[in-house]
């Protein structure tokens, strides 16, 4: 994972309109608002445009730069307001947190010779779909995109202490659901 | 179907963290399985890195300038040679200094010894320079400063390793350390100069500004977030700069250890350095590489730990200090 000394340095290298700085940062985050983007918008192609728009504003800003304040919640921020933006515009999609998500199996289960991992994928799956709205981007900030609470708090122009208990309660409620479920399911 | 998100399996340090501080009564065990069992439910779709290039081609055509600033691209290049002539030219006193090295430059009428100061093991220091610069010096390290300290020339020599705020000003400041030097005007930037480390070399680093790093006979700009090492003792060599995940030169400002692909000789010796303790390993062992990152740890013995239960090692206290060995 890349520190956020690293995204600091590529801040200040943005700042000098250092040309090299911002397509390391470009390489390094294209992937991660692409797919952070498409949870939005669900069009690969208007996430394509989201990216370009988004890294051509950075430049066009990059002198207002303050390289104490995380770049890379910044770009989350963007990404997010654009995406957002689109679906104000043009979309008659639903918002991509808000939407079933379409329950999946993945990854290797430790516990998979103990219990029907579909089945408590789908648990999990209606668990976090059932959060509240914010509560439910709090978290998924957190497990999709890896962000701080800082970070966190910086996209959604919230406190850190909100975040904090966002995330506390939506991983106490995941948790005895999770236990209730083992529970159930074993007995 | 598979999920395609095989990366999310592995927690990155700082979200866990982060889900201790928001639930802190939850045992680690009990957030491993929060964790796996969350895995992103969507398919999100991986974007086409052709597709991503046509992008950043878009940016490139519509967005950055064409022609290039000074102080970016160009920077990666060896300053050429007229310019060198120039830009090392300042004062017959400082030539010399080049040319001799330190301990000769010292006549032997001079009436002030250069002021040393000796930052022992496990020891950090903050020093004022006279014209209000700032040398943070690392454990075991030697700070000299020349008697004549910004009559011409702001000169400092470095045995070890620290960070320099260099206030502003008319004079050069240079960092001279025993096969490279460093000069600038004005800037933060750290310097790296550890002879005994197995690999002599001069690590440079710069946060903020720029410097100029010599090293033999050649001589690069760095430009901020760039590192650049001179490798060597008789004929030293200049590295190209690069651009690369430096937050390591800076890591022990914060009191962090952050090892990038580095040998675990190197390792246990700037442990060993920052505790004041010898940490022991057998030759073998010290060739391993390692990537690794420490945060904030006040007892040598958490961050023994923490090096062992990831390169599956053991250690135990010995006389004088510590050993590293296999289980």
Known sequence: MISAETFKTWSIGLQASDRKAFAALFNTMRTPLFRYAWTFTQDEEVCYDILQEVFAKLWEVRHKLDEDRSLKALLYQMTRNKALNYLRDY?????????????????????????????????????????????????????????????????LDISPRTVNNHLGFALTELRSKLIAFYEGGTA | MKNP??????????????????????????????????????????????????????????????????????????????????????????????????????????????????????EEREVRLTDGSIAYVNSASKLSIEPNYGEKVRAVRLEGEAFF????????????????????????????????????????????????????????MLAPGQRSVVKGLETPVLEVPSAHHTSDALAWRAGRFDFNDESLGEMTQEIGRRFGVVIKLSPDLAQRHHTLLLQNRKEVTSVLEDLCLSTGLRYRAIHGGYEIFKP
């Open chain 1, 91 to 155: 979309g008659h999609r639903m918002v991509g947190l808000e939407g079933q998500p379409e329950p999946l199996y993945g990854g290797e289960q430790a516990v998979a010779a103990v219990i029907d991992a579909e089945r408590l994928q789908d648990e999990v799956s209606r668990c976090v779909a059932a959060l509240p709205e914010r509560r439910r981007e709090v978290f998924l900030l957190s497990r999709n995109e890896g962000l701080s609470h800082e970070e966190i708090a910086a996209v």
């Open chain 2, 165 to 220: 705020e260099v206030e502003k000003g008319e004079k050069p400041f240079v960092v001279k350390t025993f096969n490279a030097e460093v000069k600038v005007l004005g800037t933060k930037f750290n310097v790296r100069a550890r002879a005994d480390n197995g690999t002599a070399e001069t690590e440079v680093f710069l946060a903020e500004g720029k410097v100029a790093l010599k090293g033999g006979a050649e001589v690069v």
């Open chain 2, 5 to 122: 998100n095989q990366e999310s399996s592995v927690m990155p340090r700082t979200v866990l963290a982060d889900w201790q501080a928001a639930l802190p009564e939850v045992e680690a065990e009990s957030l491993e399985l929060l964790w796996q069992q969350t895995a992103p439910q969507q398919v999100r779709p991986r974007p086409d890195p052709q597709r991503l290039n046509e992008v950043w081609a878009n940016i490139e055509a519509n967005t950055l300038p064409k022609i290039l600033p000074l102080n970016a691209g160009a920077s990666n290049a060896p300053v050429p040679a007229q310019s060198n002539l120039r830009f090392w030219a300042y004062g017959v006193a400082a030539a010399v200094a080049l040319l001799l090295g330190w301990g000769l430059f010292l006549r032997p009428n001079d009436p002030l010894p250069p002021q040393e100061i000796v930052v022992q093991m496990a």
